[in-house]
């Protein structure tokens, strides 16, 4: 296990499998010292960096059970994830992190033992705690292999912060199950300071989220980079739009494979290692999963998922709401076209109905990102006497474009033209931000909020005809 620390400044420092070691061993053994061992819930907000890294490896020596957080997790949200889940000890900052000199314990546990507990990002109401058995780690070889194609002894860049599932999978495993040399970047995202250090650390796997694909490829120093180094590129958390993918494309030949995954199931599909991906299509189902659609709604087998969760902490009605007939309901829409392949639609809340037709809010937004303007984009429906719901769209422009009712005009008349004109936004607003949940999934429920307020709208009301 290795890792190439990078600073908000820049400055790398690799750290190899000794080192590291090492470092679990102390803080292991100081956890150990604090009472911590089998079954205790340990919270850990911590900056993504090597302390984050091996605070999560001992913790899971010790059979404790880590329940990661996001930064920008608020104190009163630390309180109440405490109370929720009785975590024993809380660790905020590196300086929170007990250290010792002393063995610690490494017990022989059942590997349905609890290992994990992750809280959902809230797109259904208050995030909920997904507990995940100690079995997730070796579990989680199938994505790891099949869909990002990890090698031993990669260069393996998931650029997920602390606390997103994501980061627990594809930032520590790699490292932990291959060997691999993970980069722990602490800087924030800045779309041409991406493209210099992937051209400087030339990962051999990168995993980012969409967005950051995206603003990357918008950027006006895209295409300047060498970034022959890598080999698997890959994206999950949202639809990746066919623009973006051929961008990367055209640009550096790098093909950039979705997936599709929840917090309580880890990875489900995707474009696998080897498949050509069709531009906008999530790819297939996991090697050996089986889905189905029920209604539109993607639902799974989870005996056939291997990193499928044990069910919500403390709440079996949450949890059997979910499960039906032996499937598990993800809440996410989908189609599958005749090669088997799976396009997102949007939550089940978020589909738009409009005289008859059903608009996934994901065609909307690939629509008007593929104009020059756009930065990016979410789609809406809001209720309309006529129609029953209308298309609206939140855009956020590129830096330096200017919303005016001619550009409004412009990018309804984009999207008519280059996808079926039922699904064009008959109401657009440009807004400086789209308001996100903390693992970074847009919040159309906020967007309809704002827009059903007269207050909260900045942009012409609905048009109609």
Same mark, same amino acid.
């Given at each position: 296990m290795r890792a190439l620390a990078v600073s908000a400044a820049g400055e790398e420092h690799h750290l190899s499998d000794p080192q590291l070691?090492?470092?679990?061993?102390?803080?292991a053994a100081g956890l150990h010292e604090r009472g911590i061992g089998p079954g205790d819930v340990v919270l850990v907000r911590l900056p993504k960096g090597p302390e984050w890294l091996c605070t999560m490896r001992a913790i899971f020596r010790l059979g404790a059970v880590a329940l990661p957080c996001v930064e920008q997790v608020t104190d009163a949200e630390v309180a109440e994830r405490v109370a929720t889940t009785g975590?024993?000890?809380?660790?905020?900052?590196?300086?929170?992190?007990?250290?010792?000199?002393?063995?610690?314990?490494?017990?022989?546990?059942?590997?349905?033992?609890p290992g994990f507990l992750i809280f959902t990002s809230g797109t259904e109401g208050r995030p909920k705690a997904a507990v995940?058995?100690?079995?997730?780690?070796?579990?989680?070889?199938?994505?790891?292999?099949?869909?990002?194609?990890?090698?031993?002894?990669?260069?393996?860049?998931?650029?997920?912060?602390?606390?997103?599932?994501?980061?627990?999978?594809?930032?520590?495993?790699?490292?932990?199950?291959?060997?691999?040399?993970t980069v722990l970047h602490a800087g924030r995202f800045v779309a041409a300071e991406r493209l210099d250090l992937l051209a400087r650390l030339q990962p051999q796997v990168l995993c980012m989220s969409p967005t950051e694909y995206r603003l990357c490829a918008k950027a006006p120093t895209f295409g300047d980079h060498d970034l022959g180094g890598i080999r698997e590129a890959v994206a999950a958390g949202e639809a990746l739009d066919a623009a973006t993918l051929g961008r990367w494309r055209e640009a550096y030949g790098i093909t950039v494979r979705d997936g599709y995954g929840q917090t309580e199931c880890g990875a489900v599909t995707g474009v696998l290692v080897g498949e050509e991906p069709v531009p906008g299509s999530m790819g297939h189902a996991m090697p050996g999963v089986q889905l189905e659609i029920v209604g539109g709604e993607l639902c799974l087998r989870p005996e056939t998922?291997?990193?499928?969760?044990?069910?919500?902490?403390?709440?079996?009605?949450?949890?059997?709401?979910?499960?039906?007939?032996?499937?598990w309901h993800t809440g996410d829409m989908v189609d599958r076209d005749a090669g088997g392949r799976l396009?997102?639609?949007?939550?089940?809340?978020?589909?738009?109905?409009?005289?008859?037709? $059903?608009? /996934?809010?994901? +065609?909307?937004?690939?629509? !008007?990102?593929? =104009? #020059?303007?756009?930065?990016? *984009?979410?789609?809406?429906?809001?209720?309309?006497?006529?129609?029953?719901?209308?298309?609206?769209?939140?855009?956020?422009?590129?830096?330096? $474009?200017? /919303?005016?009712? +001619?550009?409004?005009?412009? !990018?309804?008349? =984009? #999207?008519?033209?280059?996808? *079926?004109?039922?699904?064009?936004?008959?109401?657009?607003?440009?807004?400086?931000?789209?308001?996100?949940?903390?693992?970074?999934?847009?919040? $159309?429920?906020?967007?309809?909020?704002?827009?059903?307020?007269?207050?909260?709208r900045t942009s012409d009301p609905p048009e109609s005809g």
């Open positions: 070691a090492e470092l679990t061993r102390r803080i975590a024993r000890l809380v660790l905020l900052t590196a300086d929170d992190i007990p250290l010792a000199a002393g063995p610690a314990p490494a017990p022989d546990l059942d590997p349905d033992a995940h058995p100690r079995r997730y780690l070796e579990a989680n070889r199938l994505q790891l292999e099949r869909w990002m194609g990890v090698r031993r002894h990669d260069r393996v860049w998931c650029t997920a912060a602390p606390g997103w599932s994501k980061s627990v999978r594809n930032v520590w495993f790699p490292a932990e199950l291959y060997d691999c040399e998922l291997p990193t499928f969760f044990s069910g919500y902490l403390d709440d079996a009605a949450a949890t059997a709401a979910k499960l039906e007939g032996g499937l396009w997102y639609q949007g939550r089940a809340d978020d589909v738009i109905s409009s005289s008859g037709y $059903r608009i /996934g809010p994901a +065609e909307v937004e690939s629509a !008007l990102a593929s =104009h #020059a303007a756009v930065l990016e *984009a979410a789609a809406v429906g809001l209720p309309d006497p006529d129609r029953g719901e209308i298309v609206h769209a939140d855009v956020v422009l590129q830096p330096g $474009r200017v /919303g005016t009712d +001619e550009l409004r005009r412009e !990018l309804q008349e =984009h #999207a008519r033209t280059v996808t *079926a004109p039922y699904k064009y936004p008959r109401s657009l607003r440009f807004v400086d931000h789209l308001p996100r949940t903390l693992t970074g999934k847009v919040r $159309r429920g906020v967007i309809r909020a704002t827009m059903a307020d007269p207050g909260g």
